[in-house]
């Protein structure tokens, strides 16, 4: 019974034509269309922040930092007995205090060392992407700086999110 049915599904059926096969490259190459490599690379790295090793360096510090600060909690959730609410308030108080004085104190110097320890240039250099000394508020708003300085912020921003 089942084959009589499967035979009146299949024969009002009717199949689309095969494709005709395409042509195989003999080299396995793609064709490109012209394009203008030299510019297009000028601009990949004009745009990009991972032209430079320091930048990749203090990216590296940065996502350090931020992953240790991440395991902190600012909170005290391992609480293993009862205890009174007074106790609790200064236990939850000192976990808060812990983490502000290390998120104030130790993380925020660290990063700033690190940005500083690789972006600074000596005098002699010759102009930088990454001048922390720039004067001029419309390199800094032309500059990679700003956009590395705002790629900081928003991971800092994040962490602090992760971790209240």
């Not at 049915?5 to 195989?24: G, R």
């Not at 909690?73 to 391992?78: A, C, F, G, L, P």
């Not at 009174?84 to 939850?92: C, I, T, Y």
């Amino acid at each position: 019974m089942n084959d009589k049915n499967s035979e009146l599904i299949t024969s009002s059926l009717t199949l689309p034509p095969k494709s005709a096969p395409k042509e195989k490259p003999y080299f396995g190459l793609i064709n490109i269309p012209p394009h203008n490599f030299p510019e297009q690379f000028s601009q990949f790295c004009f745009n990009t922040l991972l032209s430079k090793d320091e930048v990749i360096k203090v990216q590296q510090v940065i996502r350090k930092e931020c992953n240790d600060a991440n395991l902190r909690n600012i909170y005290n959730i391992n609480i293993t007995h009862t205890m009174s609410v007074r106790d609790f308030e200064g236990s939850q108080n000192g976990s808060i205090t812990s983490t502000t004085n290390y998120l104030k104190n130790q993380w925020g110097e660290t990063i700033k060392k690190a940005i500083i320890e690789n972006f600074t240039q000596p005098p002699t250099a010759p102009k930088a992407w990454f001048n922390l000394n720039e004067t001029s508020k419309e390199a800094y708003e032309n500059g990679k700086l700003k956009k590395f300085l705002t790629q900081v912020k928003m991971t800092m921003q994040d962490t602090l999110l992760a971790i209240t």
